[in-house]
């Protein structure tokens, strides 16, 4: 019997060792040769985690800390002479259980500035995942000439639920609507920002849930306290031109993409909606998403430590590949056309090897 239980344990070890490895060299080999002359330049280090960044048109660099810990001591912040300054104001970054959630940031997630230079501060308000603080989620818009916050959209529990976690923003400017991806439960939010008024898109949907994927990041695979972890539509991006909204799971490899005017249509029906989601293809598996200005969609490829770009019909290509590169998160393009992101080494959980990076590269004809 002893020796039943040794070989099952034998076995099974050996069993995971070979879908490591099938793991590895699947994800490996599906990766394009990448542009040799792209530069990674350093901007920014930091030994607190970090996962949004923001470039304003006078190259003013903003960026933001989620609470995942207890040790979160700013949410957004302004990077000065690589020193974050709290932003807009202290008062607002000093958050603690019992505060007013309306009036602070809890667990800020994401930024981003706009084609107006308007900074977006997107509020998840759920600190380390333990569930949304009632009150608390929210859009905020900041005027950066005056560095004050000039309008608030606050999101409802049928919006932001208690599992929600609400990830990534962006802005079609033209017709005043943001979208707003949510990794905690998948879905979409869609905001008129001329009404105030939400909807919730998108629910449950294929498209914006996980994929049955287990990620190989830093060469291992990803695992959170022995479980496969499950994080739904993370990254999004917003091509203002054709206007087509890109988005994708962040534990899944496949983008997809749907039309922004169907989105704007709060009247049409959940099915309606869900008949005109496109799949572009397996681009792998993204944290962040941007839509850049060649048109392609540049993509944060966590398996490989990259950085990817898609054209409109799927063809994969590689920018650039640095072992630095740990989880690149978040991306902004600045004033001088370099593309910024930001490492944030989720994978490294609570002891990360390195420092927390802001990055930048020049982008080629």
């Not at 799949?279 to 944060?300: C, E, H, M, Q, R």
């Amino acid at each position: 019997m002893r020796n039943n239980r040794y070989f099952r344990r034998k076995f099974n070890s050996l069993l995971i060792l070979i879908m490591t490895i099938v793991l590895l060299t699947s994800c490996q080999s599906k990766l394009p040769k990448h542009r040799e002359n792209i530069t990674l330049e350093p901007v920014a280090f930091s030994d607190a985690q970090w996962t949004g960044l923001a470039v304003s048109r006078k190259e003013r660099l903003f960026v933001n800390y989620p609470r995942l810990s207890d040790n979160v001591l700013v949410s957004v912040a302004e990077l000065v002479k690589g020193k974050p300054i709290p932003y807009p104001n202290t008062s607002m970054n000093d958050w603690k259980p019992g505060k007013n959630p309306a009036t602070h940031l809890i667990c800020v997630q994401a930024i981003f500035v706009d084609d107006k230079n308007r900074l977006w501060i997107l509020d998840s308000a759920n600190p380390q995942f333990k569930g949304v603080i009632p009150g608390g989620p929210k859009l905020l818009k900041v005027d950066l000439a005056t560095n004050t916050v000039i309008q608030t959209f606050r999101f409802s529990p049928e919006i932001a639920p208690e599992n929600s976690y609400l990830n990534d923003v962006r802005i079609d400017t033209h017709r005043e609507f943001a979208f707003i991806s949510d990794s905690g439960d998948g879905a979409l939010v869609v905001l008129d920002l001329k009404t105030g008024e939400a909807r919730r898109l998108l629910d449950n949907h294929p498209s914006t849930a996980s994929e049955d994927v287990i990620l190989i990041v830093g060469g291992k695979p990803w695992m959170l306290n022995g479980v496969q972890p499950r994080i739904h539509l993370d990254g999004i991006a917003y091509d203002s031109r054709a206007d087509f909204v890109y988005y994708q799971a962040l534990t899944g490899r496949t983008m997809y993409r749907i039309p922004a005017s169907s989105l704007r249509q709060f009247d049409l029906s959940e099915k309606m909606i869900g008949a005109q989601v496109e799949k572009v293809g397996k681009t792998g598996a993204a944290d962040g998403l941007i839509f850049g200005p060649d048109n392609k969609v540049y993509i944060s490829a966590l398996e490989h430590d990259a950085i990817l770009r898609t054209t409109p019909k799927g063809k994969v290509e590689t920018v650039i590949q640095d072992k630095v590169i740990a989880w690149p998160d978040s991306f902004s393009f600045g004033p001088d056309g370099k593309l910024y992101f930001t490492t944030s080494r989720i994978h490294e959980g609570a002891s990360p090897k390195g420092k927390y990076a802001i990055y930048c590269i020049s982008l080629l004809p």
